[in-house]
Each structure stands twice: as structure tokens, then as C-alpha cells.
């Protein structure tokens, strides 16, 4: 099994793929302006297995194509879609770097937490070709929550992501791509703590078990710990912060 397969392994059995939460999903829906009286099209861009999908797909009148990598999310998203009796989601397993839309066909893409496997910048402009004019890009993206930060901590996130940047700093790249900020806020540490790393931990012992305590397990079990202890010891200097802006 490669890197990959394993880390969806690990993740597919939590409601979450990473942090993040109902409550600010429907706040950044609050920030976009959404409301029922439009029908909206809508991409929810690496979904995971879809809780920011079904909030979208049961709040707004919307039809929802819901796009990740791995089919095997998008599968638990169709049965939990089936469970609640949604009809007007459509699940798409490709790659967010060749979408299947059409110019100006979308009047929202919502993206929680994965526009950074193709880069902040590059997804923004990779993406807004295929909102309409005034549509809503919603991503929710890891930032800097201040501008000076400890050395370990700054190392760590500049090496994993090198386009860890302020609030400040993202938005001004949504500006000079095109966009008017609507809103933006940093996720509270019940995204990261309670949503996120506790159901996640609370299974890396029967993960292990089923992996057979394989090297490639243990490995990914580890760097989940070594994730998990730099946020409890630094979650005052980063956050996935959200933003929400209008294509002009
Ligand atoms: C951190 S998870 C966030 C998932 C979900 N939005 C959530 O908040 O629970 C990132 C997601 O991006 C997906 N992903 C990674 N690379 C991708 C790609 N190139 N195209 C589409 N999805 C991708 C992963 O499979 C994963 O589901």
C-alpha cells in the first residue's frame, strides 16, 4: 500500500478529513451572503468524505458537485448523502487541477482546508475562471495568526508549506487575483482539538492493529503525533483561516 492509500486509510473513518467545523462552515455561508432564495451551483473542492458537502447541499438551494482524489471518500460521502435523503449532490473523483466546468458556470467553489496540495495562489487563479462574475470563492486555508513566531515552529510550517503566510498577506492575494474580500476568520481551537485530532487519536491504536504495526503505519502514526504536539505547543501562532471573496 503506498503513502497515500495509507493516509486515506487513516483518515476515512472520521466525520472530518481536517480541521474545521458546522458551525464555521455556516458562518462563512453567513460571510458569502448564501442564502436559499437562488438556486446555486456549487463545487465543493476536496471534500473529503463531505462535512462541509452536506451542509452546503441541505442549507442552500443548491446543486453540489462534490470533487477529491480518492473515490473512496467520495463512496462514505454517497451513503451519508443517501442516509439524509439528498438528491442534489454529485460526486466527482479527479484531480482540483483539471476541474470539469465550464467558463463562468459556478456561482460558488467552496474548498475546505485543500487548495494547498496545488498552492493558495495557483488554486485561486487556477479556479476563478469558472465562477461567474460576482460568485463566491470560499477556502479555508493554514496561516500565520501573528507575524513573529518561534523559530522550531516557523522551520516546521515554512518546510511543509512554504506558502504559510498572514491573513494579511493571503488576502492580498485574492485582491490582486481579482477578488473582493467578503470576510475572513481564523478557525477556534475546537476545529483543531475537539473536531479534528481527538476522533483521529482516539483510533491510531486500532489503525495500528489493523495495519499489523507495519514500518509504513507506525511511520504515519508518528508524524500524526509529531502534528498533533507542535499545535498544542504553537496553536497561538497558526490557524486555518477562512476566506471568503467575490469574484469581480
Ligand atoms: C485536509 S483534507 C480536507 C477534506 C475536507 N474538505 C474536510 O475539511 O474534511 C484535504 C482533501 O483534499 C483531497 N485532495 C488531495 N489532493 C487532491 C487533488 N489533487 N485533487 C482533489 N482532491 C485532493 C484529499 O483526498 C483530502 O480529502
Not at 438556486?39 to 451542509?55: M, N, R
Request: hydrophobic fraction near 40%.
Amino acid at each position: 500500500m503506498d503513502d497515500f492509500q495509507l493516509l486515506m486509510k487513516l483518515h476515512i473513518e472520521d466525520e472530518r478529513q481536517g480541521p474545521g467545523g458546522l458551525a464555521e462552515t455556516r458562518r462563512a455561508i453567513e460571510f458569502a451572503g448564501l442564502t436559499t432564495s437562488h438556486s446555486l451551483k456549487i463545487a465543493d473542492i476536496g471534500c473529503g468524505t463531505g462535512a462541509s458537502t452536506l451542509v452546503l447541499a441541505q442549507e442552500l438551494d443548491a446543486k453540489v458537485t462534490a470533487i477529491d482524489l480518492f473515490s473512496e471518500f467520495l463512496e462514505v460521502l454517497n451513503t451519508k448523502a443517501q442516509k439524509a435523503g439528498l438528491k442534489n449532490i454529485l460526486t466527482k473523483a479527479i484531480s482540483m487541477d483539471s476541474l470539469p466546468f465550464a467558463q463562468e458556470e459556478l456561482d460558488v467553489i467552496w474548498s475546505e482546508g485543500a487548495i494547498y496540495n496545488i498552492g493558495f495562489k495557483n488554486g485561486v487563479n487556477l479556479w476563478k475562471p469558472y465562477l461567474k462574475q460576482g460568485g463566491v470563492l470560499a477556502v479555508s486555508e493554514i496561516t500565520w495568526l501573528t507575524n513573529h513566531r518561534p523559530k522550531d515552529i516557523d522551520d516546521y510550517w515554512s518546510a511543509a508549506y512554504p506558502e504559510i503566510a498572514t491573513a494579511s498577506e493571503k488576502i492580498r492575494i485574492l485582491e490582486e487575483s481579482g477578488f473582493k474580500l467578503l470576510g475572513y476568520f481564523p478557525l477556534p481551537i475546537s476545529c483543531w482539538s475537539e473536531n479534528y485530532y481527538a476522533p483521529l487519536q482516539s483510533r491510531f491504536s486500532s489503525f495500528l492493529e489493523q495495519q499489523g504495526n507495519s514500518k509504513e503505519a507506525l511511520q504515519l502514526i508518528e508524524m500524526e503525533k509529531n502534528e498533533i504536539e507542535l499545535y498544542e505547543k504553537f496553536k497561538d501562532y497558526y490557524s486555518y483561516g477562512f476566506y471568503i471573496a467575490a469574484k469581480i
